[in-house]
């Protein structure tokens, strides 16, 4: 083990010039440029090292090649990475079996990225209502919430209430109702005879990390089991360990009709999503109703399938319980000193800096010069979601680091 100091990057070597001049300016990177990585740590082309405070988003839950899910991935190139749907592939059963049974449901929609997990339950929910609920063709109704983020597709920006996300990319797609997050009330109101699901994100990750009231998602759970409305979680982000549990729906005892997985599901090796319910609903679809080419691959199973096995055990859940406390209790001390509030669950934390002494961003880069890599989100929020594998010394100092920069920008 490495000690801290070893651990710390040098100082100056602060790389300027954009290196992505053929890329499509839809990122602003904070400027390093990451060549490799192990558990918490990356290493830039420079040979500096920094901590992982991002996780990338949540996709990396696991830490920078984990030897299991790699060892899962190798196996599986040397044998056969690709089938299509159009056969059988042994690796995909096994995996659709764990994962169900992991989720406490008994089937799987395997696709590929997040985006299309939500799209994929988007049209799931649609044909349950006609074919299932009895909806007026044509008339379903989806309730989704302010603040939302479920991705960049036409139709899931037709519902985001970030302007950002949408100007300019209309004419949008019909059929979504938007009632404020953490409302029972509202929802309810909301609900009518076209209603045929719920979409809801159990903490609003992009949106800062926000946690509802306690008592909402057993209300949400209530309201639409007693209005015959599908309740969808999107775990993407939130899912999978990050909160302590292995759904974050699972800290309010609730169980949504469908989960929707990605990120960490591919084990951060390849994208990996899913659609986790039970064959009422599920099982609405039919051969040619929808589909993916990569979707389900035998490589992605493969992962998928080691990722499963991870978390059956329940260690990483525990630790991301227990670290997230430390982390929590650390930077909840710095409320008052730079910081003005602190959410999240487990070991997800949306920091909101003073903005009299920064930005969200400049505080991001401050702590990259000093080894730490945080994505900020809405100006203020910086947000930590560092892999579970990370340590106990690394997590005290990160704090420690953004205690000392904040104190440092209170004198400029
Ligand atoms: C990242 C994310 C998505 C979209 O996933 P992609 O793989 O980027 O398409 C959807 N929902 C939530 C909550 C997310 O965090």
């Not at 001049?21 to 090292?49: C, F, I, K, Q």
């Not at 190798?74 to 592939?89: P, Y």
């Amino acid at each position: 083990m490495t000690s801290l100091n070893q651990r710390r990057p040098l100082k100056g070597q602060l790389q300027t010039a954009d290196p992505d001049v053929h890329l499509a300016h839809n990122y602003h990177p904070l400027p390093v440029v990451v060549a490799s990585g192990e558990g918490a740590w990356v290493t830039d082309v420079t040979g500096r090292r920094y901590l992982d405070c991002l996780a990338a988003y949540s996709a990396v839950n696991f830490g920078h090649g984990h030897p299991a899910l790699i060892a899962a991935a190798k196996e599986q190139l040397d044998r056969i990475t690709l089938t299509s749907r159009a056969f059988h592939n042994d690796r995909l059963e096994p995996f659709a079996e764990a994962l169900a049974q992991l989720a406490g449901k008994d089937m799987v929609l395997p696709m590929n990225t997040g985006a299309e997990a939500v799209e994929s339950a988007v049209k799931v929910a649609r044909a349950w209502g006609y074919r299932v609920k009895g909806v007026p063709q044509g008339q379903a109704t989806i309730i989704v919430m302010d603040g939302n983020f479920h991705g960049r597709t036409t139709t899931i920006v037709s519902f985001s209430t970030d302007e950002q996300a949408r100007a300019d990319f209309g004419p949008f797609t019909p059929g979504f109702v938007v009632v404020p997050y953490g409302d029972a009330e509202a929802l309810e109101a909301a609900i009518d005879k076209t209603t045929v699901a719920v979409l809801l994100e159990p903490i609003q990750g992009e949106a800062g990390i926000l946690v509802p009231p306690a008592d909402y998602l057993p209300a949400v759970r209530e309201i639409t089991r007693r209005r015959n409305v599908l309740m969808i979680a999107d775990e993407i982000q939130s899912g999978l360990g990050r909160t302590g549990t292995t759904f974050a729906c699972d800290r309010s005892g609730v169980v949504p009709d469908l989960y929707l997985l990605g990120k960490a599901l591919g084990g951060g090796i390849v994208p990996v999503s899913a659609v986790v319910g039970n064959s009422d609903i599920l099982g609405v679809l039919q051969p040619g109703e929808h589909g993916s080419t990569f979707g389900g691959n035998p490589l992605a199973a493969a992962v998928g399938h080691a990722v499963v096995e991870l978390l059956a055990t329940g260690e990483m859940q525990q630790r991301a319980n227990e670290l997230g406390e430390r982390l929590h209790s650390g930077l909840n001390a710095l409320i008052g000193h730079g910081v003005t509030a602190v959410r999240g669950a487990g070991l997800w934390a949306g920091v909101d800096i003073d903005p009299a002494l920064a930005t969200g961003r400049e505080v991001c880069e401050l702590l990259m010069d000093r080894g730490i890599l945080v994505k900020d989100t809405h100006g203020s929020t910086i947000r930590f979601a560092p892999p579970i594998v990370v340590s106990e010394e690394d997590i005290d100092w990160a704090v420690a680091q953004l205690k000392e920069e904040l104190e440092l920008l209170a004198t400029r």
